[in-house]
């Protein structure tokens, strides 16, 4: 192949992969369709294999559940922090449904509504980010039992952001 060729087939695949990075994603209508996604850092594990392997940790107790102490469920950025770190970032940016985050996850551990005194703490926190307009309710997540966990923010049937609830002891 003749250098001018390979340099005209280099920029033609740099514009069109510069083309494509700012499309936006289609909404994934299911776990299967979750299962391809990996954002846009090839070196990301699929959403759906972390969603299973939280899953999984969510089944043991830890120390905070009764159980024994787990460094994977107990320590801070253990695997199953690590794992819901990565959910709530994933998850929380407006791309999924509540139906679709309830599919990966299993049902949330508390649904907290206005006039419940966990909703009330969470949406008082400076960095929560309340929505614009509506009402909205947060689907808890627990990491640590109730003592740390990760929360959903949805309006309707849109989950339009996420944050933490980190007890700080």
């Not at 049902?107 to 907290?112: I, N, S, V, W």
Request: aromatic letters at 10%; a negative charge; proline letters at 5%.
């Amino acid at each position: 192949m003749s250098t001018r060729k390979a340099f005209t087939l280099a920029i033609a695949l740099v514009i069109t992969l510069v083309g494509c990075s700012g499309r936006p994603r289609a909404p994934v209508e299911s776990v299967d369709d979750a299962a391809s996604l990996t954002d846009d850092n090839p070196a990301m594990e699929p959403l759906a294999d972390i969603a299973a392997e939280f899953r999984g940790l969510r089944t043991v107790k830890g120390h905070f559940e009764g159980g024994a102490w787990d460094d994977d469920l107990d320590k801070w950025m253990g695997r199953k922090h690590q794992l819901m770190i990565q959910l709530g970032s994933r998850l929380g940016a407006g791309e999924y449904s509540k139906a679709q985050v309830i599919q990966l996850l299993a049902p949330p551990d508390l649904t907290a509504r206005e006039g419940d005194d966990l909703f009330d703490l969470v949406s008082g926190l400076p960095e929560f980010e309340k929505p614009s307009t509506g009402p909205y309710d947060l689907l808890i997540y627990y990491w640590r039992g109730a003592h740390d966990f990760l929360y959903f923010t949805s309006r309707g049937e849109t989950i339009i952001n996420s944050g933490w609830w980190y007890t700080g002891d």
